[in-house]
């Protein structure tokens, strides 16, 4: 059964940094492409970040290049993304979601429930 378990969120200041996690089992995880998605407060989703299998390859929407980095560590099945100079739009819930198909991207299937992150001050 696959599972995407997200920790890290929280309340942080402008300008301030986290770090999310992602637990990721039931599935070969080093054969899938994996993403962040995120949803802020009355808003649709919007795809953060990609990275594939080797996690040599990786992509980000322009509103974080520069601030956000993806990252995997595929002997502990963990996805990562270090979230830097963090700026209230960034305000949302995270998820992690998986490829629908090994080895390349394929839509997403299968989501975390999610970790709020909430910049303020």
């Known amino acids: 059964q696959v599972a995407l378990v997200p920790s890290g969120g929280g309340l942080v200041q402008p300008g301030g940094s986290l770090k999310l996690s992602c637990a990721a089992s039931g599935f070969t995880f080093t054969n899938y492409w994996m993403f962040w998605v995120r949803q802020a407060p009355g808003k649709g989703l919007e795809w953060v970040s990609t990275i594939n299998t080797a996690g040599d390859s990786t992509f980000y929407v322009d509103s974080v290049k520069g601030r956000f980095a993806i990252s995997r560590d595929n002997v502990k099945n963990a996805l990562y993304l270090q979230m830097n100079s963090l700026k209230s739009d960034d305000t949302a819930v995270y998820y992690c979601?998986?490829?629908?198909?090994?080895?390349?991207?394929?839509?997403?299937?299968?989501w975390g429930k999610g970790t709020l992150v909430t910049v303020s001050s």
């Open positions: 979601t998986k490829s629908g198909r090994p080895y390349r991207p394929y839509g997403m299937d299968y």
